[in-house]
């Protein structure tokens, strides 16, 4: 397997990379347009497969897909929470551009999206699951035209983690429909049915398959996949507070059977592109939205800083890149131009984010070794331990992670040394110089986006959304 070896120096001037270039892979290049299948979870944190070393975690199906894939092990979500990523996912903008820097608020119809751009190349465009970018009500009904920004084949929800009684509008009609069953198992069999009926078609197709799972409530996967965990035997991550043991014991336990249950179905959808012939013509991206703290640093969710909140699985398959580890730190804006760029259709003007294909394809060096993450507005209480959360700015390294909140200096941690995050740098000595360069290039980078990182609800007066009490965007669950 071929992977990537990268060492990291700091200086005067930060951290810079040295990467072993490999050959270039002698694939012909396709003469017909690949089909494009984007497999999109909700909640699943990096940390939590096979192929990344949890050893609770049985994900058999997709440590292959990572075998035959690139592992951008690097990846983060911008902002992580769902709306945010997934505008910027469609549109290849940064959050404050296309205005979606909360959940719940609508993407605005004239955005350009990636289904949008290859319908116009001359794809089929298919969406399945969770949408989250209709702004409308959770279960309200999203009609053709422009709120399905592009996709033509429907069969999708704003929102619900009700898994077993879960709800979608398809084609046309607003009538109500249900999956039957666990909502995975059902979805993952339209994408199926899907592909069977688009694999002979001249046409390529794209289809988004959208889960809401292994997102909380967590012990409601199909007890099969609930069996297979006891929660007495989770080990825990090490910034799991000793009070928080045994309901994150329980909470883990549940999350994985949710993790299990897609892994079973994602091989299912595999082995469909295996049968139909579509398998060596197809780029398959695997990803989340976002993490899930669970319980570390004394959280649950998303939103904060940290690791397990901000680090994603990222995993492409394509017939021209070599399998292995690359160590691009791809954000949630540089999806679209990077499937526009292995698609060879037209990276539209109105993108912001960075087009990967190249240095995937071609092997090249990394082109930068930073990126931003960031929170406009902060949930508040998720649990009876979690303290809320804080409006931030930061920039990830391949090292380090450095933020600020309104007040200044926040959190700063060597993520090589202080894998778990659990010795806070800001204002330690030794780390004075590379805190300064640090807080330099976020201000330059910040600047570059036009953030002037300002208080969150000057954002939401700006964008004219309402809030409640809790500033946030009043829903019906």
């Not at 336990?253 to 299912?268: E, K, V």
């Not at 649950?300 to 492409?316: A, F, N, T, W």
């Not at 409006?391 to 941690?413: P, Q």
Request: glycine share 6%; proline share 7%; aromatic share 12%.
């Amino acid at each position: 397997m071929a992977t990537f070896t990268h060492k990291l120096f700091f200086g005067f001037l930060l951290v810079a990379l040295g990467i072993l270039t490999l050959g270039v892979r002698n694939s012909p290049k396709p003469e017909e347009p690949l089909n494009i299948l984007i497999l999109h979870t909700d909640q699943w944190r990096a940390q939590a497969f096979g192929y990344r070393g949890d050893p609770n975690v049985k994900t058999p199906h997709i440590d292959q897909l990572a075998a035959e894939s690139a592992n951008l092990f690097n990846a983060v979500s911008g902002m992580p929470v769902c709306t945010p990523h997934r505008a910027s996912l469609l549109t290849g903008q940064h959050p404050l551009t296309h205005g979606l820097f909360m959940n719940d608020v609508q993407l605005d119809t004239t955005a350009i999206t990636i289904a949008e751009v290859l319908a116009d190349a001359g794809y089929q465009t298919g969406y399945i699951g969770k949408w989250h970018l209709d702004g409308r009500g959770r279960h309200s009904f999203t009609p053709p035209g422009g709120r399905r920004q592009g996709f033509q084949y429907w069969k999708a929800l704003e929102c619900s983690h009700n898994y077993n009684n879960s709800a979608y509008y398809t084609a046309n009609s607003p009538e109500k429909k249900f999956w039957e069953g666990y909502d995975a198992i059902a979805q993952a069999e339209d994408a199926q049915q899907y592909i069977r009926d688009h694999a002979q078609d001249e046409q390529p197709f794209f289809l988004f398959v959208s889960w809401g799972t292994p997102h909380a409530p967590y012990r409601t996967a199909p007890q099969e996949y609930l069996n297979m965990y006891a929660p007495k035997e989770m080990q825990l991550h090490p910034n799991v507070p000793p009070e928080m043991d045994s309901m994150v014991r329980a909470d883990l336990a549940g999350y994985y059977a949710h993790c299990t249950a897609l892994d079973d179905q994602i091989a299912n959808i595999l082995q469909t592109l295996e049968d139909t012939g579509t398998s060596d013509n197809t780029i398959i991206l695997f990803t989340s939205d976002h993490g899930d703290l669970l319980g570390s640093h004394r959280a649950y969710k998303k939103q904060q800083p940290y690791e397990e909140s901000i680090r994603v699985p990222m995993l492409i398959r394509h017939p021209q890149i070599l399998p292995g580890e690359y160590a691009a730190l791809m954000n949630s804006y540089d999806i679209m131009p990077t499937l526009l760029g292995l698609s060879d259709a037209q990276i539209p003007s109105s993108v912001e984010g960075y087009d990967f294909s190249e240095y995937l394809i071609e092997q090249l060096p990394l082109p930068d070794t930073t990126t931003l993450i960031s929170c406009v507005q902060p949930f508040g209480q998720w649990n009876r331990f979690d303290r809320g959360g804080k409006e931030y700015r930061g920039i990830v390294t391949l090292r380090y992670t450095y933020t600020r909140d309104l007040n200044g200096s926040w959190l700063f941690f060597d993520n090589q040394r202080d894998p778990y995050q659990m010795n806070n740098l800001i204002n330690n000595p030794a780390y004075s110089e590379l805190q300064q360069e640090l807080d330099k290039l976020l201000t330059k980078k910040l600047k570059k986006q036009g953030d002037e990182f300002r208080p969150g609800m000057e954002y939401i007066r700006e964008w004219g959304y309402p809030v409640d009490a809790k500033e946030t965007v009043p829903y019906t669950p």
